[in-house]
């Protein structure tokens, strides 16, 4: 394993550790998942980069924007919830409650 590969699958698990262990507030986990999203989508950007194959160059580039529209969506539901629960902590979200 080269020292990239393993420098991007070592940020894609600290992402999905901090997602795992670390579920305080909703803010938290958001940033856990782009930063999972991040690590993928440079590593896929070096994959292709390292097999020079042009039809997979658009592949990165659609990783990214469905990142950004996750975490647009992600944004918009850390507002409404500190809109109606006046919080974003995670143990204070009830689905019941709604």
Known sequence: MTPTHFAFSSAFMLGLSGLAF???????ALLCL??????LFIAMSLWT???GAVTLALSPMLLLAF?????????????AT???HGTD??????LLQC
């Open 22 to 28: 670390h579920r305080t507030h909703l803010l938290s």
């Open 34 to 39: 782009e930063g999972m999203m991040l690590s």
């Open 49 to 51: 980069l390292q097999l």
């Open 67 to 79: 990142s950004a529209c996750e975490a647009s969506a992600g944004l918009a539901l850390l507002v």
């Open 82 to 84: 500190a809109r109606t």
């Open 89 to 94: 902590r995670l143990q204070n979200l009830n």
